[in-house]
């Protein structure tokens, strides 16, 4: 499911000049450090639009980066 959400994401942000979707094997992350503060609100809205699909997805925030979890994926690893 990770790896699908992802290149979701990577279509979906693709036209956000400085937006970076990473893959970390168990989670997802979307920078925004290098997009214009202004365009903030509209990358957050692309990224839900892609996470309404995905209920089993937790969406959270951190400083210039948004955060995308599976928390199955994160418990089956150990």
């Known amino acids: 499911m990770i790896d699908e959400v ?4 990577m279509e ?3 036209l956000t000049p ?5 893959n970390n094997k168990f989670c ?6 290098c997009v214009e503060e202004k365009k ?8 839900r639009s892609v996470l309404k699909h995905y209920p089993k997805l ?4 951190r400083r210039k980066v948004r955060y995308v979890i ?3 994926s994160f418990l089956n690893s150990f």
């Open 28 to 33: 997802l992350s979307v920078h925004f450090r």
């Open 70 to 72: 599976s928390h199955n």
């Open 6 to 9: 992802y290149g979701l994401l």
């Open 58 to 61: 937790r969406f959270s925030q």
């Open 40 to 47: 903030w609100s509209e990358l957050a809205a692309q990224v």
């Open 18 to 22: 400085g937006a970076k979707v990473e």
């Open 12 to 14: 979906k942000t693709k």
